[in-house]
């Protein structure tokens, strides 16, 4: 089992900046790919980015390629998602997830999952 408490959410005006952090524990944090996912209301859960368990490798959403930086602390057990020159439409509540996979990007091969944390860009 792994256990992910995501935390670094907010509201913050358009063209903003925050920071998100997921921290883990359980089993060996630095053996899952982790990425980041978001829901907003009345829409299905999507992909945001995901890195690698050796690697470093990463992949990002075209959505947010170029403002989204995913990033991880194996020392700390912790992701991290810095979000830079986020737009009204980056409101959503954010996951983070841990997969078995190289460098996954559907939801389904994500095995853990945060609670989520709320962020709200406002125009």
């Known amino acids: 089992q792994v256990q992910l408490v995501e935390s670094g959410g907010g509201l913050v005006q358009a063209g903003g900046s925050l920071r998100l952090s997921c921290a883990a524990s359980?089993?060996?944090?630095?053996?899952?790919?982790m990425g980041w996912f978001r829901q907003a209301p009345g829409k299905a859960r999507e992909f945001v980015a995901a890195i690698s368990w050796i690697s470093g490798s990463t992949n990002y959403a075209d959505s947010v390629k170029g403002r989204f930086t995913i990033s991880r602390d194996n020392a700390k057990n912790t992701l991290y998602l810095q979000m830079n020159s986020l737009k009204p439409e980056d409101t959503a509540v954010y996951y983070c997830?841990?997969?078995?996979?190289?460098?996954?990007?559907?939801?389904?091969?994500?095995?853990?999952w945060g609670q989520g944390t709320q962020v709200t860009v406002s125009s």
């Open positions: 997830a841990a997969s078995a996979a190289f460098l996954p990007v559907l939801r389904n091969e994500y095995h853990y």
């Open positions: 359980g089993r060996t944090f630095s053996r899952y790919a």
